[in-house]
């Protein structure tokens, strides 16, 4: 499963994704926007450009020097801030029927909405929490009699419970990276950079069908491992040396986020006494899901399995240096996350990476990275694990 083919030969097999997770629907959209409506304690609420957008109102785009924004009040339907120059494209993207407010370049969005607001008799706006700071301050000087606190309880309690659509694109996405891990890891042979094996990631995801190719990539040999984000610069793999590849992709905007650790060629004792290690930890993660249990336990259960084994059961090094894992959708890393701290019950329809990483300084790495979603009665992988060192695909 590891070296023996190339990439021009693992690609010329590549084809777009058979039967395709159905996109998220219109009524799915106004579910979202009723939800967040019955969550909200404010008059109204402002969403920017960026994966929030899109969960609401269909909208994928980023956020740039301008004002983008969905504003929801507390009852009725929401409105669309936009510059006009860019109505036709926000009119072809929109996932909602919405009415547009629309503003020329010379003109303050802020100003506009601060008018919305008015109009509505609006005293107080939750803040989308990934709106730029230097919005939110053009805002306030805005609207300055109206209170603004933060709409993240509001956001996150729509996003971090996914629907079966939401769970089906993840699959689509996930399925799809584990595909292209198996095949990565054929094209490795002595010499071969980290940029060569990258490219080859990114073109694999795009021949699939992913939205943009891989939407990230870490590719790290040898003692690069032991950086859980990898070393600067090119390297190139030798024999008997670790490979990590921590890579994923988007699905109508759903993210992937796998990671594979083997070696190429004869693994050492201290490398397969920690991969078994690091193994024991992500199955002991994923068995002590339960609804009800709380975020940081999981991350306290894998550490257990890690000090039981004369690791940290803390921070440091040797050891687990972050959490056990996070949560994932529109957001590559959204809340709530498996770490010490997070005690926001588990509850179904939450999707979590499982990742207890195990860091041995100066030496090497190992992360076997795999998602799950909460059932009602435990957890339920998205892909199947590694099964073992020289086997990074089941």
Not at 41 to 58: E, K, P, V
Not at 330 to 353: N, W
Request: charged share 20%; aromatic share 6%; with cysteine.
């Amino acid at each position: 499963m590891i070296g023996g083919s190339t990439a021009a030969q693992e690609l010329a097999e590549l084809k777009p994704w058979p039967n395709p997770a159905p996109a998220i629907s219109r009524d799915e959209r106004l579910a979202r926007i009723a939800k967040a409506q019955g969550l909200m304690t404010t008059d109204a609420m402002i969403i920017g450009a960026g994966a929030s957008l899109r969960y609401f109102a269909g909208v994928g785009w980023n956020a740039t020097e301008r004002l983008v924004a969905m504003v929801l009040p507390k009852t009725g339907e929401p409105v669309m801030i936009c510059p006009r120059f860019e109505e036709g494209s926000l009119v072809a993207s929109l996932g909602i029927a919405a009415p547009l407010r629309l503003w020329e370049e010379h003109e303050s969005p802020y100003v506009l909405t601060a008018q919305v607001l008015a109009e509505w008799g609006a005293r107080s706006l939750a803040i989308d929490p990934a709106l730029d700071f230097a919005m939110f301050d053009a805002l306030r000087l805005a609207a300055p009699d109206v209170s603004m606190p933060n709409a993240a309880p509001v956001v996150d309690g729509c996003r971090m419970i996914k629907s079966a659509a939401e769970l089906a694109l993840m699959s689509q996405a996930k399925a799809m990276t584990l595909e292209v891990h198996k095949r990565a890891a054929r094209i490795l042979a002595p010499g071969v950079t980290t940029g060569e094996v990258r490219r080859f990631i990114d073109q694999a995801h795009r021949a699939l069908g992913a939205d943009d190719g891989s939407s990230f990539c870490a590719v790290q040999f040898g003692q690069a491992s032991a950086y859980p984000h990898g070393l600067p610069g090119e390297q190139q793999l030798a024999d008997d040396e670790l490979v990590l590849i921590d890579t994923g992709c988007r699905v109508q905007g759903y993210n992937s986020d796998i990671t594979r650790t083997y070696v190429y060629g004869q693994a050492t004792q201290d490398q397969l006494r920690v991969w078994d290690i690091e193994k024991k930890a992500q199955a002991a993660a994923f068995a002590a899901v339960k609804p009800g249990v709380a975020c940081e336990e999981i991350d306290a259960v894998a550490r257990r399995v890690l000090a039981a084994e004369g690791f940290s059961p803390d921070y440091d090094l040797p050891g687990l240096p972050h959490r056990t894992g996070h949560g994932i959708g529109l957001s590559i890393h959204e809340a709530p996350y498996l770490v010490r701290g997070d005690k926001t019950p588990l509850q179904p329809g939450m999707c979590f990476s499982n990742e207890p990483m195990i860091v041995i300084e100066g030496e090497f790495g190992v992360r076997l990275e795999d998602h799950f979603h909460v059932t009602e009665t435990g957890a339920a992988w998205f892909t199947p694990p590694q099964p073992a060192i020289d086997k990074p695909v089941a």
